[in-house]
Nanobody, 114 residues
Framework: QVQLVESGGGLVQAGGSLRLSCAAS????????MGWSRQAPGKQRELVAL???????TYADSVKGRFTISRDNVKNTVYLQMSSLKPEDTAVYYC????????WGQGTQVTVSS
């Protein structure tokens, strides 16, 4: 079983930056992926970014060039640096850990004011 603890998030003005962190603990397998999804009110949850432990990354088109995902494999922690934030980035951001199944964090609110 894997546990995820998220931190970061909050309220920021448009154009600002925020950094999210998510630490995984428990039964961590050597081959895995960690990342972030988000869910805005009335919308489906969508992938924002993920990074495999080997370093391969995937980003949603809407965040390319603005968000950067990174991870510390020793600490089993994934980070999401969000820059040039827009009001449409407002959502609850969920960290996830994925090996043979997906474990989700509790979510952290990101609100971008115009």
């Amino acid at each position: 079983q894997v546990q995820l603890v998220e931190s970061g998030g909050g309220l920021v003005q448009a154009g600002g930056s925020l950094r999210l962190s998510c630490a995984a603990s428990g039964s961590i397998f050597s081959i895995n992926a960690m990342g972030w999804s988000r869910q805005a009110p009335g919308k489906q949850r969508e992938l924002v970014a993920l990074m495999a432990n080997g370093g391969a990354t995937t980003y949603a088109d809407s965040v390319k060039g603005r968000f950067t995902i990174s991870r510390d494999n020793v600490k089993n922690t994934v980070y999401l640096q969000m820059s040039s934030l827009k009001p449409e980035d407002t959502a609850v951001y969920y960290c996830f850990y994925r090996d043979s199944k997906t474990t989700w964090g509790q979510g952290t609110q990101v609100t971008v004011s115009s």
